[in-house]
């Protein structure tokens, strides 16, 4: 054992004498540091007059370079900025560099950048150098011609063909041209041989001294364009060529006609002053009174008149253009758009182009003229016909010379509108035995109630069931002197009840001739919750008037229904056109439009929304009314199925002309609006009616409007 603990002590000795020196040699002060030797220069960036540059280093491991634009934003960079220039880079770590990141440099030269490591010992040097930046753009920028003459020639600039075009000139302006002095600018940078400002001839063909055309066997000899070499900053090149223009555009693309109530004023260049009348193309005239139609494809323009006022006539369509339009390129137009034309008859203007192409254009003169014959305010009848004036009649009529007015008997002469000395004989259908009603100081339900035509021109007038008591009473006047004749008496009161209908008889119509074949239809408006039409046929002038056709709907009772037979005199294809009966003044309240079978509800056209929008127009743009007053009538005109139609707004009335298709639908031919207000007229019953007569080849409408007055329209073609 003592041997073993001698030996274990020897080994620790050794042990120690070889650990302390190792931990001894960490802590001598005089072993050396090691620095580094990097001199790595990068990211070195340049800011200069609010622009900054990054600059690359070259192959050569030392040139770094940086590009100088030419242009900056459009605008020939200024060097000058350059002097003040602001150098950034980074350098490899613990180096330092001479002169510093950060500092201010004048980089317009060459500038050494000394960049010494962290030892001391390595040092390189950078050299910072600019490379000039260049332009490749070679345009003409804008290029004026001076003729001599007081405005300049604008050329136009086609910078995908190189080529300079002026506005043709006529052949007066060639000798003016074959001296004429350009100026025109180039791109920054671009110069151009010959320069701006030096005269040329750019006249398309030879003249002489005189101006005349130099000529080869009779043809002109033409001059070769003008050509310019436009040189660009960095040396490339364009030939440019400058010719007289040749562009083929000859459309019209925007057309407006004026008709004024006095002289037609001389033409201004602006458009105006706009008439009494326009027509026009034009979107923003969108607020005027009718659309032209341009058919580009074929050259043809095409318009309607609205209604026209009384003082328009065919002399007032001799006017021109209050507004034409052309497409690019065209160079005249014959005759000129300046020129006074009469557009009651198709005019033709031809367009030439730049390239001397031509198109002919036909203004088509309008096929229909819906004019005002005369009009009679309310106030012209106030207190002039007796028991109530204007404001009263539901419904107007025509007998011999004159307009007949339901609930008056008035008597209005057609042709001007004036009151007539006398009134319809209606002494012996006066009753004074009404339970209710008005008294006896104005009976006007005793008058003849609801007044209409038979197509023959019988007038006829109903009586309305609730002032009638027990019998709906239907009148004839072929005189309005004589006393008229009783066509037929029904009973309104229905089986097993002891009070009448209350309503029976509002909107009572005649369709045919009641002294052949013909029906007469009275609604049922009010006493049931549908409507019904009772129908009556008449043969031989004679009213089978026990045998009633009685239609029933499904419609509401607070509707108001039209009966129209378009086809014949058979009530299976009825139309039904509905007047809401809410007040004039509820914007709220909308017409229906039916067609066909009443209970078939497919056939309800936009029920329960205002019908004829897309055609007419919304109340905003002065189109169909909320109100139609049942005042439908059928016709045929001009070879075409019509259906003329009245309604109206709170604000105005319109009268309508449309076309029935064979599909159904109803195109505008004409229309007019007339503007009503309540408290300017009064229409205590809100009312309105209307008739009409052939006159030749025209149809005259007789246009009441409760309250407003009486308004004869006429419905031609030119």
């Keep these: 054992m003592k041997n073993l603990f001698s030996l274990n002590l020897v080994n620790l000795a050794l042990i120690a004498l070889i650990v302390v020196p190792l931990f001894s040699s960490c802590k001598d002060p005089e072993d050396p540091v090691i620095l580094k ?15 900054t540059f990054s600059a690359q280093l070259n192959a050569d491991g030392k040139t770094l370079e940086f590009l100088v634009p030419y242009l900056v934003n459009g605008v020939v960079f200024d060097q000058s900025v350059l002097a003040t220039a602001t150098i950034t880079f980074t350098l490899s770590e613990g180096a330092t560099s001479d002169p510093p990141s950060g500092s201010s440099q004048d980089l317009r030269t060459d500038l050494p950048i000394l960049v010494t490591a962290e030892d001391v010992t390595v040092t390189k040097e950078y050299i910072v150098t600019k490379k000039d930046g260049t332009s490749s753009e070679k345009a003409i920028m804008s290029f004026v011609l001076d003729i001599g003459e007081d405005e300049p020639l604008e050329c136009e600039i086609d910078a995908v063909n190189f080529v300079v075009y002026y506005p043709r000139q006529p052949e007066s302006v060639y000798l003016a041209l074959s001296n004429a002095t350009p100026t025109f600018t180039l791109s920054l940078g671009a110069t151009a041989d010959p320069e701006t400002g030096v005269a040329r001839n750019f006249s398309p063909f030879e003249v002489d001294e005189d101006g005349e055309l130099v000529l080869d066997d009779g043809d002109p000899i033409p001059v070769d364009p003008v050509v310019y070499v436009v040189t660009a900053h960095d040396g490339s090149t364009q030939v440019w060529t400058v010719q007289e223009s040749r562009r083929t555009g000859k459309d019209i693309t925007g057309f407006a006609l004026d008709f004024f109530e006095d002289e037609l004023p001389p033409h201004d260049p602006e458009g105006g002053p706009r008439g009494e009348i326009r027509v026009s193309s034009l979107s923003e005239h969108a607020d005027r009174d009718a659309k032209v139609t341009i058919d580009v494809e074929n050259g043809i323009i095409t318009y309607e008149l609205p209604l026209m006022p009384e003082w328009f006539d065919k002399s007032k369509m001799v006017v021109y253009p209050s507004y034409i339009n052309f497409s690019d390129g065209w160079l005249n137009c ?14 033709t203007y031809v367009v030439t182009a730049e390239d001397g ?45 004159y307009l007949a007015l339901g609930r008056t008997a008035a008597l209005i002469n057609k042709d001007d509108g004036t009151v007539a000395d006398k009134k319809l004989n209606v002494t012996d259908i006066w009753r004074s035995n009404s339970t209710t009603g008005p008294t006896a100081e104005f009976r006007s339900q005793d008058y003849p109630f609801f007044i209409t035509n038979d197509d023959a021109g019988n007038l006829l007038s109903a009586s309305l069931s609730a002032w009638k008591n027990d019998v709906f009473t239907v009148h004839k006047w072929s005189d309005p002197s004589e006393d008229p004749e009783i066509l037929m008496e029904f009973p309104t009161i229905a089986e097993g009840e002891t009070a009448p209908f209350s309503s029976f008889g509002r909107k009572f119509q005649a369709l045919g001739d009641v002294n052949g074949k013909g029906l007469l239809i009275a609604p049922d408006v009010q006493n049931t919750s549908s409507v019904k039409q009772y129908i009556w046929t008449i043969d031989g002038g004679e009213v089978d008037i026990e045998n009633p056709e009685v239609l029933s709907t499904n419609l509401p009772a607070s509707y108001s229904y039209q009966l129209l037979t378009p086809l014949g005199l058979e009530p299976e294809a009825p139309y039904y056109i509905g007047t809401h009966s809410s007040s004039i003044n509820n914007v709220n309240t909308y017409p229906t439009f039916l067609f066909g079978d009443p209970d078939n509800t497919e056939n309800v056209l936009e029920k329960a929304a205002t019908p004829f929008d897309a055609i007419l127009g919304t109340a905003s743009a002065h189109g169909w009314g909320n109100l139609v007053w049942g005042y439908q009538k059928l016709f045929t005109w001009d070879g075409k199925d019509m259906v003329a139609t009245l309604s109206g707004s709170y604000g105005y009335y319109c009268f309508a002309i449309l076309e029935r298709k064979a599909d ?15 408290a300017a007229y009064p229409n205590t019953n809100g009312t309105a009616g209307f008739t009409m007569e052939k006159v030749g080849n025209d149809v005259v409408f007789y246009v009441l409007l409760t309250g407003r007055g009486i308004f004869s329209f006429q419905l031609g073609k030119f």
């Design 357 to 401: 192409s031509t198109k002919e254009w036909t203004i088509k003169a309008p096929t229909l003229l819906f004019q005002t014959q005369w009009s009679k305010e309310y106030a012209t009848y106030a207190g002039s016909i007796e028991d109530g004036g204007i404001q009263n009649p539901n419904s107007i009529g025509l007998i011999g010379d």
């Design 37 to 51: 030797t990097g001199t790595e220069l990068t990211a070195f960036n340049i800011s200069a007059g609010g622009q």
């Design 334 to 347: 014959e005759p000129h758009f300046t020129d006074a034309l009469d557009f009651s008859q198709d005019q």
């Design 664 to 678: 159904d639908t109803h195109v505008v031919v004409t229309s007019g609006t007339i503007p009503w207000t309540s």
